[in-house]
């Protein structure tokens, strides 16, 4: 059996996004490919590296007779102690618009000293194999995910058969509507609402979870000036080590609280701007390791507003929404922005 996405609701699109958080090895001599679903993101630190020496990159589905020329790393040649040792001096890049589950053959070369390197990896699948099956019914206290699944079988935390939605509102009574304590598991299709802080908090030791097609409402804190209080989110985590986590497809809404804009203040003591935008968030992976694009298959993809002179350069039918456009190159900021040598 695999995932498929049940019980969705997307009236008004709050945000609907994936979340992607992968473990990443940088500093090596030989260079590290870290893949999502239809990205890969290179990392290369070799002795000869500079701005001035490109590093083309090549690549083909593994196999396959013909090359296909990415966009040339970009180099970051800073040496500063605010920056970890294997960050330095370094070429980063991606490619993107790749096919789930397929493995991909590299190779990176640079232009002035000649030297090659060559790199395989597999892009992650959007198929997840499931063993077991928890059905959750209606309730009005948490849930603790705590039955772990594999890689070769995730447990599916769903609604019973037949049912569009399975409600967990604890009523403002409890932190979160759902505590998850496990790993090589899918939660599917329910609907949260009314916790203190999270709608849901995934803890430390979390890895290879995969939430989507929920409705999730009503969480956060209100603080003493009537605002909401911040690091309150629809899917939090603090764990500095959370990896390879997917938050796709859901509809995050209408928080107990609201957050001020930039032209509001809220000074508070120790606050450096009082007018810094506090309040409800709806995906905080704190500290966490992490890319944030939109799949093709989300709602947001190719949904956006035009707006002239800012993002007329999106591809496909229309922007995205609420993300860097997918397979647009980075955008560029400052008075150089956007000029090309001649």
Not at 102 to 118: D, G, M, P
Not at 307 to 334: C, Q, R, V
């Amino acid at each position: 059996m695999n995932v498929r996405a049940v019980g969705m609701k997307m009236g008004a699109i709050a945000i609907i996004a994936c979340l992607v958080c992968a473990e990443t090895t940088f500093g090596d001599s030989q260079p590290q490919a870290v893949p999502t679903f239809q990205c890969v993101g290179l990392y290369w630190s070799p002795e000869d590296g500079s701005a001035e020496n490109t590093c083309r990159v090549q690549y083909r589905q593994a196999g396959a007779p013909q090359w296909r020329e990415a966009v040339p790393l970009w180099f970051d040649g800073r040496q500063s102690t605010d920056l970890p040792a294997e960050r330095c001096r370094q070429y980063r890049g991606s490619i993107v618009n790749l096919t789930p589950g397929t493995q991909y053959e590299i190779e990176l070369s640079l232009e002035k000293t000649s030297r090659r390197a060559s790199v395989s990896v597999r892009t992650w699948s959007e198929d997840f194999p499931i063993a077991q099956t928890v059905v959750v019914e209606d309730r009005d206290t948490r849930l603790v995910m705590d039955k772990s699944g594999s890689p070769e079988g995730y447990v599916l935390y769903t609604h019973a058969p037949g049912r569009e939605t399975a409600t967990i509102d604890v009523a403002s009574k409890q932190t979160q509507c759902i505590e998850v304590r496990a790993s090589h598991v899918i939660l599917r299709g329910l609907t949260l609402r009314n916790a203190q802080q999270h709608g849901i908090q995934l803890l430390e030791g979390c890895h290879d979870v995969v939430i989507e097609g929920c409705d999730i409402s009503g969480w956060g804190r209100i603080a003493a000036d009537g605002w909401g209080k911040d690091y309150a989110a629809a899917v939090y985590s603090k764990d500095r080590a959370l990896k390879r986590v997917i938050v796709q497809r859901n509809y995050m809404h209408h928080p107990r609280s609201n957050s001020n804009n930039w032209k509001q203040s809220r000074p508070a003591p120790g606050k450096r701007e009082p007018t810094h935008p506090e309040g409800p968030q709806t995906v905080v992976p704190h500290d966490g390791k992490g890319q944030f694009p939109l799949t093709p298959t989300s709602p947001g993809y190719d949904a956006g507003l035009r707006l002239p002179n800012f993002n007329d350069d999106y591809t496909g039918k229309g922007p995205d929404i609420g993300a860097h456009e997918a397979g647009a190159p980075p955008m560029e900021f400052g008075i150089d922005a956007y000029r090309r040598k001649p």
